[in-house]
C-alpha cells in the first residue's frame, strides 16, 4: 500500500501512560483549584501569581516523564512517511518532539513556551515564568503569560488541522475521552471528507459510535501495532462496524 494522508489527534491518554496526570480530578478541580482560577484569562487578571505557580509545577514535572512506545511509533511514521502525516495533540507537553516527531500542531499550546499577552509574541520558555519577566520583543513587565489556550480561548492551528482533514484518506483519533470540542469534532469533518475514522483508546470515547473502527487498549501497545500494520502495508483499509 502506498503512504496514504494521515491526519493523527493525540490526547491526554496517550501521556498519561508516561506518567502525565491529568491534573483535573473528579471533583473538578485542577490540583486543589478551580479551573477558572488557573485556566482562564480571567483567572490569570486575577491572581497571576498563582497561576504561574501552577504551570511552573507542571512544568518541572516534565523533566520526571519520558515518551513511551506510542509517541516513538508516531515518530516512526512521520519519519517514513514524511509530510503525508499531519500530528495534531491537544496535549501541552513535550513528549512527541521528545519521541522524534517534527511539525506537531499543538491546538491547545505549549508548556514550555510563553505568550506576551500584550503584543502577542511568542517564544520558547524551559524556566520559570514570573510576573516580574519582561517581554523579550516588547519589554513589557507583567504581561508574560503561559502558552496555553485556556477555557474560553479559541484552540491554535485550526486551519491547518481543517486543511489536513479535507486531504485525509485516514483519521485517527488517540487517547481522547471525546468531551472537549473543537477536537471531539474532528472524526465528524474527516468523515465528511471521505477519510476512515480509527479510535485507539483505553476505553471506548463517548463519541466512539462516530468511528469505523475501533482499537481498545494501551496506546503503548495499540498505536505500535497500528502503525507497524500500516507501514507495512497489511492494515484493513475499509471500515468495520
Not at 490526547?11 to 480530578?25: H, L, M, Y
Not at 498563582?50 to 519519519?79: D, G, I, T, W
Not at 496535549?91 to 506537531?104: I, K, M, P, Q, W
Not at 517564544?123 to 508574560?144: E, V
Request: proline share 6%; net charge negative.
Amino acid at each position: 500500500m502506498s503512504p496514504t494522508n494521515v491526519v493523527i489527534l493525540t490526547g491526554a491518554g496517550i501521556s498519561a501512560e508516561s506518567g502525565i496526570p491529568t491534573f483535573r480530578g473528579s471533583d473538578g478541580l485542577w490540583e486543589g483549584h478551580r479551573v477558572e482560577d488557573v485556566a482562564s484569562p480571567e483567572g490569570f487578571a486575577a491572581n497571576p501569581t498563582l497561576v504561574h505557580q501552577f504551570y511552573n509545577l507542571r512544568r518541572a514535572a516534565l523533566k520526571a516523564v519520558e515518551p513511551n512506545a506510542a509517541h516513538q511509533a508516531l515518530a516512526r511514521l512521520q519519519k517514513t512517511w514524511g509530510n503525508r502525516v499531519t500530528l495534531v495533540t491537544q496535549n501541552v507537553d513535550d513528549l512527541h518532539e521528545r519521541a522524534g516527531s517534527t511539525e506537531v500542531l499543538h491546538m491547545h499550546g505549549e508548556l514550555l513556551a510563553a505568550l506576551c499577552a500584550g503584543c502577542e509574541h511568542r517564544f520558547k520558555s524551559r524556566t520559570d515564568l514570573k510576573q516580574t519577566m519582561p517581554c523579550p520583543a516588547c519589554g513589557a513587565h507583567g504581561s508574560l503569560r503561559p502558552d496555553i489556550v485556556w477555557f474560553g480561548e479559541m484552540p491554535y492551528c485550526m486551519d491547518d488541522i481543517h486543511h489536513a482533514l479535507t486531504q485525509a484518506k485516514i483519521f485517527v483519533s488517540i487517547g481522547t475521552s471525546g468531551n472537549v470540542y473543537p477536537a471531539a469534532g474532528l472524526v465528524r469533518m474527516a468523515a465528511l471528507c471521505g477519510a476512515t475514522t480509527i479510535e485507539i483508546n483505553l476505553e471506548p470515547s463517548v463519541n466512539t459510535s462516530e468511528f469505523d473502527q475501533r482499537f481498545i487498549g494501551p496506546a503503548s501497545v495499540e498505536v505500535p501495532r497500528w502503525v507497524e500494520q500500516l507501514v507495512r502495508g497489511t492494515a484493513d483499509p475499509l471500515p468495520q462496524a
